[in-house]
């Protein structure tokens, strides 16, 4: 079983309200990452860390933002929803210093926005 | 274009049948490739990793075969049990350190009936 733990699992918000999705993982992993993922498609990155205030953007823009303030913990939030933003969010990590795919993941949470 | 193809996009099989998953890629230079499960509603996970150097490795009754001169790989199922049921990601690394980047196929929907 994965140590990394995402919430809320589900969530259905109205536009406009402010969300985060919160992820933790218990593993001490330095790096860690958030993708999107709709269905039928690929994951696409969209935040990664390597490490304590640490953010970089990935491959697909996105309007959220993330904060790494412990190593542990990385949350991703969205200031403003927009049905645009439904999708699953999956959080990965991996530990320093290994192979660029040896990613655990998070069991996702999927974002409707109405 | 998606540099990580797998087919079929879906499946559909009988239980206890066997069945095989394909994977082409055109990622280089190349590092290694990992096959993940992913269920419904669920994170990915690994079910076998394979370097430049392997060509068949196996976890159970999932089989992985790679053949890095055709940028080939396929995923092998023995004897399907209903759990098998899930999305199977084909993922390709260009670097084999925390610098390398990742290439996510979009999957091929498994669906095993009794």
């Known amino acids: 079983e994965a140590d990394i733990y995402q919430t809320p699992r589900y969530l259905v918000i109205g536009t406009g309200k402010k969300i985060t999705l919160e992820c933790s993982q218990t593993m001490g992993h330095d790096k860690m990452y958030w993708y999107q993922q709709d269905p039928g498609m690929e994951l696409h990155l969209i935040h990664y860390?390597?490490?304590?205030?640490?953010?970089e953007k990935g491959d697909l823009s996105s309007e959220s933002t993330v904060s790494r303030i412990r190593t542990e913990h990385f949350p991703l939030t969205l200031e403003s929803a927009r049905p645009s933003h439904t999708s699953q969010y999956l959080c990965?990590?991996?530990?320093?210093?290994?192979?660029?795919?040896?990613?655990?993941f998070g069991a996702g949470s999927r974002l409707t926005v109405l | 274009k998606n540099q990580v193809e797998q087919s079929p996009q879906s499946l559909i099989i009988l239980e206890g049948k066997n069945c095989t998953l394909q994977c082409n890629y055109t990622v280089s230079p190349f590092s290694n490739l990992r096959w993940y499960k992913q269920d419904t509603g669920r994170g990915p996970v690994s079910l076998t990793i394979?370097?430049?150097?392997?060509n068949t490795k196996s976890n159970g009754r999932y089989t992985a075969t790679l053949d890095a001169d055709t940028k080939q790989s396929s995923l092998h199922i023995t004897a399907s049990q209903l759990s098998d049921s899930a999305s199977y990601i084909c993922v390709v690394s260009d670097r084999g350190s925390t610098l390398g980047r990742l290439y996510f196929g979009r999957g091929t929907q498994l669906t095993v009936w009794p």
């Open positions: 990965a990590s991996s530990e320093k210093g290994s192979g660029a795919n040896v990613l655990t």
């Open positions: 394979m370097t430049f150097s392997e």
């Open positions: 860390s390597y490490g304590v205030n640490s953010t």
